[in-house]
């Protein structure tokens, strides 16, 4: 079974505007946590934002943000006043409490931000 | 400070052949996990590697090895190569494995079988 599912191949967002891409996952872990990651076209995955399922909070850093919805399942990364350099493919990522530290990702979405 | 480096960074070999990737981790880092991406598709995990030796391993055959070296870098081998084989082959490193470790990657090694 999918563990990570991000239902949007490919979404476009006018430079300035925000824009919100989605996450669901599927645990029956209590401890996990949640990343979102950047991949340009030169193929490094770049950390954004983790979420811990204890973080009472929702996470933020700088223009990122996430949306967990714990009952839903689900950690949608919000992006902010959106940049050209946003521009990328971007995976949610998960990884579990007995899973060794190995992640594990969605198929990811395609964003691409219109000037 | 150099962060994780991948060599080399890109690839062509020949279906049946055999190919070795290498990684040298972040400055710090003790563990090394390999991911094999194809196009199109998300990463996916093959294996990890802390103190010289697999600590974990994901759903890839046999023909996929790998190994650490006692400064923590890391090759990935693979034998008998098929088409399917062909992907992006990305290297993390972090220094430990807790759940909120923030994994670092190289740029990767595109490896395309012929």
């Known amino acids: 079974a999918q563990k990570i599912t991000q239902t949007q191949p490919g979404m476009f967002v006018q430079e300035k505007e925000a824009v919100t891409l989605d996450c669901t996952y599927d645990?029956?872990?209590?401890?996990?946590?949640l990343f979102w990651y950047k991949q340009p076209s030169s193929g490094e995955m770049i950390f954004l934002i983790y979420?811990?399922?204890?973080?009472?909070q929702n996470a933020t850093e700088g223009r990122y943000s996430l949306n967990f919805q714990k009952a839903r399942k689900s950690a949608n990364l919000v992006i902010s006043a959106s940049q050209l350099g946003d521009s990328a493919m971007y995976f949610c990522a998960m990884r579990e409490a007995p899973g060794g530290g190995k992640l594990i990702f969605g198929q990811g979405t395609e964003l691409s931000v219109k000037p | 400070d150099a962060g994780v480096t991948q060599s080399p960074t890109h690839l062509i070999k020949t279906r049946g052949q055999q190919v070795t990737l290498r990684c040298s981790p972040k400055?710090?880092?003790?563990?090394v996990s390999w991911y094999q991406q194809a196009l199109g598709q998300g990463p996916q995990f093959i294996f990890q590697?802390?103190?010289?030796?697999?600590?974990q391993r994901g759903n890839f055959p046999d023909r996929f090895s790998g190994h650490q070296f006692p400064n923590y870098s890391s090759e990935l081998n693979v034998n008998a190569l098929l088409l399917g084989d062909s992907a992006l082959y990305l290297c993390a490193s972090s220094l430990g494995d807790g759940l909120r470790t923030e994994a670092f990657f190289g740029q990767g090694t595109r490896l395309t079988v012929v």
């Open positions: 645990t029956s872990d209590q401890s996990y946590g």
């Open positions: 590697y802390y103190e010289e030796e697999e600590r």
């Open positions: 400055s710090g880092h003790d563990t």
């Open positions: 979420q811990g399922s204890y973080d009472e």
